[in-house]
């Protein structure tokens, strides 16, 4: 059932088109449970424990007569300058040993 306004909406069980719109508000862990197995005198005993993990849902939109949820507008994140190299691109092989740092100066030499 939709309310939308003052016109109300029943399906029998769906209301055809219809769309729910969420979005995730959390990802947690439930509660610690342990599971622990005995069997009387026969000297068994197992003990285990267990999380399910649990994802919070909040219901934004509910959308009747086939319509689709809107775009969400992505944050563009600010692009990181690329890190600087050790020597310009020119003036250094790509197998230069002297390059590697500790060692490679003294396998140089060699």
């Not at 068994?44 to 424990?49: A, E, K, S, T, W």
């Not at 934004?60 to 086939?66: A, E, F, K, Q, S």
């Given at each position: 059932?939709?309310?939308?306004?003052?016109?109300?909406?029943?399906?029998?069980?769906?209301?055809?088109?219809?769309?729910?719109?969420?979005?995730?508000?959390?990802?947690?862990?439930?509660?610690?449970?342990?599971?622990?197995?005995?069997?009387?005198?026969k000297?068994?005993?197992?003990?285990?424990?267990h999380?399910?993990?649990?994802?919070?849902?909040?219901?934004?939109?509910?959308?009747?007569?086939?319509?689709k949820?809107?775009?969400?507008?992505?944050?563009?994140?600010?692009?990181?300058?690329?890190?600087?190299?050790?020597?310009?691109?020119?003036?250094?092989?790509?197998?230069?040993?002297?390059?590697?740092?500790?060692?490679?100066?003294?396998?140089?030499?060699?």
């Open positions: 059932m939709v309310a939308n306004g003052g016109s109300i909406e029943i399906g029998a069980p769906f209301i055809a088109g219809a769309t729910v719109v969420g979005e995730i508000a959390s990802q947690d862990r439930g509660p610690h449970i342990i599971i622990f197995k005995k069997r009387r005198r000297h068994y005993r197992r003990r285990n424990g999380r399910q993990d649990l994802t919070s849902v909040t219901i934004t939109d509910i959308l009747t007569g086939g319509a949820p809107a775009a969400k507008a992505k944050a563009k994140a600010p692009e990181a300058a690329p890190a600087p190299l050790a020597a310009p691109v020119g003036e250094a092989k790509a197998d230069d040993i002297s390059l590697i740092g500790g060692v490679g100066p003294r396998f140089s030499r060699a």
